[in-house]
């Protein structure tokens, strides 16, 4: 099993930044892809940004330019640079793992609560 345990949410103002993070426990080992999901009230939870072992990126078009994902494994974390903060983007953000390079996350964290006031 892997635990993600994600820290960092809170209330910033619009055109704010923060940083998101997720360290992982566990059975780490092979873990290949880390990612950070979404969820806003009333919404389907969305994807936001993953990270590969080998560093490839990717981004949700709605955070392009604005949020930048990195991992760090010797410490065994991920990390979401949120910049250029909308009201939009208030959510609770999801980390996820997995030791597959494609199909659904296998781990996930419980969650950390963002909120973006204009």
């Known amino acids: 099993q892997v635990q993600l345990v994600e820290s960092g949410g809170g209330l910033v103002q619009a055109g704010g930044s923060l940083r998101l993070s997720c360290a992982a426990s566990?059975?780490?080992?092979?873990?290949?892809?880390m990612g950070w999901y979404r969820q806003a009230p009333g919404k389907q939870r969305e994807f936001v940004a993953s990270i590969t072992s080998g560093g490839s990126t990717y981004y949700a078009d709605s955070v392009k330019g604005r949020f930048a994902i990195s991992r760090d494994d010797a410490k065994n974390t991920v990390y979401l640079q949120m910049n250029s903060l909308i009201p939009e983007d208030t959510a609770v953000y999801y980390c996820?793992?997995?030791?597959?390079?494609?199909?659904?996350?296998?781990?996930w964290g419980q969650g950390t609560q963002v909120t973006v006031s204009s």
């Open positions: 996820a793992a997995d030791k597959a390079s494609w199909g659904l996350y296998d781990y």
């Open positions: 566990g059975s780490i080992s092979g873990i290949n892809r």
